[in-house]
């Protein structure tokens, strides 16, 4: 924020100056004093020098009171003018909201150069996504996902519920690149022909088990029984759907009027639950990666087929299906920030440190998401204004240090399931150690530097 022009002038006297001003006057007055203090014309004529002397000493008296006076005067000027800036302006308040928020008349360090106001210039010059680069983005995945819709509709013997669009892109977290989306494409199971199986007891994960299935009568059921695996019978088999959504999913590549009328070049691949198509366009700078997911509703849930660390491990392992939550991460996010509130801020600030370190890289940016659930659930809801963001992002590192050391975190929806069992001991120690650095120097912008 500018000063007004008329301020300027006023604002440019420096305390050099107002002391010569005040030196100047004192001398004059203290000349003039000595001056007028003489007996009388007859003694001033018999004592002149005696006089000059008088004039000079008071005039020297004068300037050095003048001066000492001009000083203070300069120093109380700067003062109170240093303290009304700090106050009135906060930092550069153009470049982002949390740069509004004013910083104590008595901090020791200029406003610009709080953990505060770093983290406001970065959410604004590193983790925001270019509206251009967003919107282009989105008109790939919406052709591919209309293309996508009419060939499940021609190759598979049911019908199909409406798309579901998660993960970060329609969240409102992604960061830095408009490169990934997640469509997730339901498949409502009858809870009366398949139901969740928990025997084996692994939180988070399920076999999805056959019961009645006799005289349905369509094509679904006939389409669901030859997912059901040969080998072990009656459970629904994870990696034969996936493998036939693939199969699908190929036809996007068969088909040449599609690619070469929307200029794109695809490439297909298995990852985790989803498979992955990776486009590339030649008026788009980054290859854009887009999940489909099939997943499993039955009742109220949801099962994607990402295999459990021990599926070759043969047996049931290789049939469980994992849960997914993503439909009430997504309400969550969309709906856990108020007004000038920063949850959301907070976890697109670490997901961008996350991409940017060698340290927290190790950490996938669920893990971030799961954290900042949980700290949103033990913080008040008041806390949680823009002005608060660096002691919430203090607040975060506090809790990654201690799932780090404690190898535990659990999932927000699935308490009993931790996230971090089946990570190393020994990196996330490393990591914890490295945190545990930055807060005890009280060095945290250097995550963001």
Not at 157 to 169: C, D, L, Q, R, W
Not at 194 to 207: A, K, R, T, Y
Not at 429 to 441: A, D, G, M, T, V
Request: include cysteine; charge should be neutral; charged fraction near 25%.
């Amino acid at each position: 924020m500018h000063r007004q022009e008329g301020n300027q002038n006023a604002d440019q006297m420096s305390p050099m100056g107002l002391a010569l001003a005040g030196g100047l006057a004192g001398g004059l007055l203290g000349g003039l004093t000595a001056y007028l203090t003489q007996d009388n014309e007859e003694d001033l004529v018999e004592r002149g020098d005696d006089r000059a002397m008088r004039v000079i000493a008071g005039a020297l008296t004068g300037v050095t009171i003048g001066t000492l006076g001009g000083l203070g005067v300069a120093a109380v000027s700067n003062q109170f003018r240093d303290q009304s800036e700090i106050h009135s302006e906060g930092g550069p308040c153009e470049e982002s909201q949390y740069l509004h928020c004013n910083e104590s008349i008595n901090t020791p360090i200029a406003p610009k150069e709080t953990l505060h106001n770093k983290l406001g210039h970065y959410l604004n010059n590193q983790v925001k996504i270019q509206q251009k680069s967003r919107k282009e983005a989105k008109k790939v995945v919406m052709a591919i996902q209309i293309e996508l819709q009419r060939v499940l509709s021609q190759n598979l013997p049911f019908k199909i519920e409406a798309f579901e669009y998660t993960g970060s892109s329609y969240e409102g977290v992604k960061v830095v690149k408009a490169d990934e989306f997640d469509i997730m494409i339901p498949i409502k199971i009858p809870p009366s022909w398949f139901h969740v199986d928990d025997s084996m007891e692994i939180p988070g994960f399920s076999l999805i088990r056959k019961t009645n299935m006799h005289n349905c009568g369509d094509s679904f059921d006939k389409y669901l029984e030859k997912m059901v695996s040969q080998d072990v019978t009656d459970y629904l088999s994870p990696v034969l759907l996936k493998r036939h959504f693939q199969s699908l999913i190929q036809q996007l590549f068969i088909n040449g009027n599609f690619k070469n009328q929307m200029n794109y070049h695809m490439t297909l691949a298995p990852k985790g639950p989803a498979i992955t198509i990776n486009v590339k366009r030649s008026t788009y700078e980054n290859e854009i990666c887009i999940d489909i997911v099939p997943v499993l509703k039955i009742g109220q849930q949801l099962f994607v087929p990402k295999a459990h660390s021990q599926h070759k491990d043969g047996g049931l392992y290789s049939f469980l299906w994992r849960e997914s939550f993503s439909l009430q991460e997504k309400k969550l996010l969309k709906t856990m920030d108020g007004q000038n509130e920063c949850r959301r801020d907070l976890l697109r600030v670490m997901k961008t440190i996350q991409l940017g370190s060698s340290q927290i890289r190790m950490l996938s940016s669920y893990y971030l998401k799961t954290l900042l659930f949980h700290l949103n659930k033990k913080t008040s809801v008041n806390d949680w204004s823009c002005a608060c963001l660096h002691e919430r992002f203090k607040d975060f590192i506090d809790d990654l240090i201690e799932c780090t050391s404690s190898k535990h975190l659990p999932n927000y929806f699935c308490p009993s399931a931790n996230l971090l069992a089946e990570h190393a001991k020994q990196p996330l120690k490393e990591l914890s150690s490295y945190l545990q650095r930055i807060r005890r120097r009280n060095e945290y912008e250097k995550l963001i530097d």
